[in-house]
C-alpha cells in the first residue's frame, strides 16, 4: 500500500514567479491537508481540502489556494513567491472522519 | 494559537526516560503526538481525546489532562531509535486545523 506521495521533492523559484505541488493520499483516505515547516520549526496548517473543497484554512494569505480532484489528489499553488515562502511543504492525508495525519516526504521549496 | 513544548531539546543516555510537555491556553478537543527524524516526514505516535485518559504505544506513553489543557509525552527505557524530534498537535472543538508547537528535539546516546 503506497503512502503518500509528493512530487516534486525539490523545486528552485526566483521572487515572483508562481509554484504548484502535488499529492496522492494514502488508498482510502479523503481529506488532504497541507503544512508549510520552516527550519527547526513545527509544521503550519495552510489548508484542508475535503469533497474539493476547502473545508478550514489557517493563517495564511490568499497567495496560497488550492485544489482537491475527485480522485482525492490534491494541489498546492502559491503565486508571487517571497523569500518566506522558502520551506519545506508537507501534505497529510486522512481516513474518513478522523483527524489522525499521514504525512508524505515533503516538496523541500527554494525562493532565491 | 500555537501549544507549548518543553523542553526544547534533552539529551539521554540509553535506558533513560523522558517526559516531554505540551500546553495549550485555548480550550481542546484532542491531542496529537508526533515524531520527525530528520530529513523525513512526521509520523504518528498516538491521539488523545478529552477525557484525560493514557495511551501506550510500546513504552512511549502520554496522557491528556483536559482541566489543565496539558499532555504530556513519557518515553521510558529510551533506545537510539527514538532520537528526532517530537510535536505535539492540538484540535479544538468544531475545528478541522491541527496546529503544532515547535517541537522538542531529543537525543538518544549509547
Known amino acids: 500500500d503506497a503512502g503518500v506521495t509528493q512530487s516534486p521533492t525539490h523545486l528552485i523559484k526566483t521572487r515572483g514567479q508562481q509554484v504548484t505541488l502535488r499529492c496522492s493520499p494514502k488508498?482510502?483516505?479523503?481529506?488532504v491537508s497541507w503544512y508549510q515547516q520552516a527550519l527547526g520549526q513545527g509544521p503550519q496548517f495552510i489548508f484542508q481540502?475535503?469533497?474539493?473543497?476547502?473545508?478550514q484554512r489557517g493563517n495564511f494569505p490568499d497567495r496560497f489556494s488550492g485544489h482537491q480532484f475527485p480522485n482525492y489528489s490534491s494541489e498546492l499553488n502559491v503565486n508571487a513567491l517571497l523569500l518566506g515562502d522558502s520551506a519545506l511543504y508537507l501534505c497529510?492525508?486522512?481516513?474518513?472522519?478522523?483527524?489522525?495525519?499521514?504525512f508524505g516526504a515533503g516538496t523541500r521549496l527554494s525562493v532565491l | 494559537q500555537q501549544p507549548v513544548q518543553s523542553p526544547q531539546a534533552v539529551i539521554l543516555r540509553e535506558g533513560e526516560d523522558a517526559v516531554i510537555n505540551c500546553s495549550s491556553s485555548?480550550?481542546?478537543?484532542?491531542v496529537h503526538w508526533y515524531r520527525q527524524k530528520h530529513g523525513e516526514a512526521p509520523v504518528f505516535l498516538m491521539i488523545?481525546?478529552?477525557?484525560?485518559e493514557q495511551k501506550g504505544h510500546e513504552k512511549i506513553s502520554a496522557s491528556f489532562n483536559e482541566k489543565k489543557q496539558q499532555s504530556s509525552l513519557y518515553l521510558t527505557a529510551s533506545q537510539l531509535s527514538y532520537s528526532g524530534t517530537y510535536f505535539c498537535?492540538?484540535?479544538?472543538?468544531?475545528?478541522?486545523?491541527?496546529?503544532f508547537g515547535k517541537g522538542t528535539k531529543l537525543s538518544v546516546i549509547p
Open positions: 497529510a492525508s486522512s481516513l474518513p472522519g478522523n483527524s489522525i495525519q499521514y
Open positions: 488508498s482510502g483516505h479523503d481529506t
Open positions: 481540502y475535503y469533497e474539493e473543497e476547502e473545508r
Open positions: 485555548k480550550a481542546l478537543y484532542s
Open positions: 488523545l481525546l478529552k477525557g484525560g
Open positions: 498537535g492540538t484540535e479544538g472543538a468544531g475545528s478541522y486545523q491541527l496546529t
